[in-house]
């Protein structure tokens, strides 16, 4: 709440200039704590014996074991500050050649880490987002003002579980996609749940801290999440990159990849 309320009322360029002291100061200390060779961050290119914790720890996460949101002991660069689920997404378009020159890609919500690396490959990258001091353009994802078929690429993390209308949201991803174009679509979700909990009625920062988990979801998502990706007009499959990369970059292994294409 409080840092919401920083990002939206600290002017933009004043915001990243304290952000990127901060991350400074963060980089040099912690990468003298923390050194040692067990992993590897792709993105400072630093070695340590262990990452930081992040996550929420409340106790739906927890009963739900909801993968993505819930606490992870080892899941934090020390230096560059990465999460867990922006090194797996960065690895797998590496590995697979997603990103290649020429292409016009689309990030939501960027990642700094991942938005940093991304910005210098010879494409097209467009950043957006609602509020975000590191976007480049202001956006919402239920009415994207870009023509049909014009990106061959989206990466959109975890911003879905905010959106009031997922499915229209999804539906403008495809539409704004090229023809054999590709998505990354990642969210929090429970295994345990087969279809998605979401109440209109469940209202207000307590109770949805109660029952999604995280007091600014409005749903939770369950095992049909892939279905309603596919409802939107997707090719769904999960992804991975590999157990040796899951250790050496210490990514959560529970966490596949939703990795979306519109075919042809």
Request: proline share 5%.
């Amino acid at each position: 709440m409080i840092n919401e309320l920083v990002v939206r009322l600290t002017p933009k360029k004043l915001y990243v200039f304290f952000d990127n002291v901060i991350s400074r100061f963060y980089r040099i200390v912690n990468t003298m704590i923390f050194k040692g060779n067990k992993y590897n961050c792709p993105f400072c290119n630093h070695s340590f014996r262990k990452f930081l914790p992040v996550g929420y720890k409340h106790g739906i996460l927890f009963d739900m074991k909801v993968i993505g949101g819930g606490h992870r002991p080892n899941a934090m660069c020390p230096s560059c500050r990465s999460i867990d689920r922006e090194r797996l997404t960065y690895i797998f378009l590496e590995q697979h050649q997603c990103i290649k020159q020429g292409i016009k890609l689309l990030h939501i919500a960027p990642e700094k880490n991942l938005q940093k690396a991304l910005r210098q490959k010879s494409f097209e990258y467009y950043s957006a987002d609602l509020d975000s001091p590191f976007a480049d353009i202001k956006m919402n994802i239920q009415d994207i003002d870009f023509p049909d078929n014009y990106f061959d690429g989206i990466i959109c993390n975890h911003v879905l579980e905010h959106v009031p209308d997922d499915l229209k949201a999804m539906r403008e991803f495809y539409r704004v996609l090229k023809k054999g174009g590709w998505a990354v679509l990642q969210v929090p979700y429970s295994p345990l749940l087969e279809t998605s909990i979401e109440d209109p009625l469940v209202i207000g920062r307590k109770k949805r801290m109660e029952v999604y988990g995280q007091d600014n979801h409005v749903r939770m998502y369950g095992l049909d999440y892939t279905d309603k990706l596919s409802c939107a007009g997707f090719k769904v499959s999960l992804e991975s990159v590999g157990s040796n990369e899951e250790e050496l970059y210490a990514l959560n292994p529970a966490e596949k990849l939703f990795f979306c294409t519109k075919v042809v």
